[in-house]
């Protein structure tokens, strides 16, 4: 593996989630794999669980990590090529990325998307800019379109925790007082995509999540049938499509609750964090045995790791 964008990146995706789960249970095996081998670390969004997990993951392998907030830490950037930059920005990203390409080994980088203009976010034009320049193996720590390292995480516990050989598996859109991005969605749905699982989404209507990500999924606009006899139960809010970016009716109706937990065969609960609790789900659901979301935190250390380690062992073939 060179780069770790998506799951199409990814040539055995079972192998990677098993990596994970191997480190988990022995975190220092591989302690020394990336002595000498710096990462950087770019981030133009805040993070808490990406940065902590990421960072921990590449001192379990014995790598340096260099940390970076781009916005405030270094020049601004400009990202258009062929720009004439005699207003604000300072460094062109390809400069940028190159220098970074100079010091470091493998550079990973978290952009958010702006939420304006839905195709204009699909772009994705900052991680491809990394992709074009990097003369490095590149890591998307969440990008305008897909979140792969929540994902990969996310695997790990749809593996770990499954009692059944097929589980039922329920994305279920919440209310937020936010326009939030549809990238953890749309992620979750790719790589859930390549399980095997009975897949169902959830949402209202006009909140469609990208056609590209959906394969063989389920599309079912009421919640409680959905619900039935689910498995897991993964909930995110994410910005209408009709109206993207733009605050949308609470439809609290749709919050998870201890009642609509009823509905499901006992499901675990899952959610990337962070959350509005008593607004995405309350707080009894949230902190119930049945919640895995701070075993997704703890998972995302290992995830993180399985990808660092890859690519150290394959990054430069
Ligand atoms: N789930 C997740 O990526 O959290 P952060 O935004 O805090 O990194």
Redesign the pocket.
């Known amino acids: 593996m060179k780069n770790f964008t998506s799951v199409k990146d990814v040539s055995d995706i079972k192998y990677l989630i098993n990596k994970g789960l191997e480190f988990k249970k022995n975190p220092l095996k591989n302690a020394y794999q990336g002595k000498n081998k710096t990462l950087c670390m770019l981030f133009m969004n805040?993070?808490?669980?990406?940065?902590l997990s990421t960072q921990k993951a590449a001192y379990n392998l014995g790598m340096n990590v260099i940390n970076i907030n781009l916005n405030s830490d270094s020049w601004k950037l400009e990202m258009e090529d062929g720009t004439i930059m005699n207003f604000d920005t300072q460094e062109h990203i390809k400069d940028a990325i190159k220098v970074i390409s100079t010091y470091c080994d493998i550079i990973s980088i978290r952009s958010f998307p702006e939420l304006k203009n839905r195709s204009i976010d699909g772009e994705d034009k900052i991680l491809k800019s990394f992709l074009k320049y990097a003369d490095i193996p590149v890591i998307s720590l969440?990008s305008n379109t897909l979140?792969p390292l929540?994902s990969l995480t996310d695997m790990m516990i749809l593996t770990e925790m499954k009692t059944i050989r097929k589980p039922k598996v329920v994305l279920t859109w919440a209310p937020h007082p936010k326009a939030v991005p549809q990238v953890v969605a749309n992620s979750f749905a790719e790589w859930t995509n390549e399980m095997d699982v009975d897949f169902v989404i959830t949402h209202p209507k006009g909140f469609e999540l990208d056609e590209q990500f959906m394969h063989n999924a389920t599309i079912e606009y009421n919640q409680d049938k959905a619900l039935e006899n689910a498995d897991f139960v993964y909930v995110k809010s994410w910005t209408s499509t009709e109206n993207y970016g733009q605050v949308s009716d609470l439809h609290s109706d749709w919050t998870i609750t201890k009642e609509k937990m009823k509905l499901t065969d006992n499901a675990y609960v899952m959610h990337?964090?962070?959350v509005r609790r008593n607004v995405e789900v309350t707080d009894e659901v949230l902190d119930h045995p049945s919640s895995l979301i701070y075993h997704q935190v703890k998972l995302r250390e290992f995830a993180a790791q399985a990808v660092l380690s890859e690519i150290l062992t394959n990054g430069n073939n």
């Open positions: 805040p993070s808490l669980r990406t940065r969440e979140h929540q990337c964090l962070p």
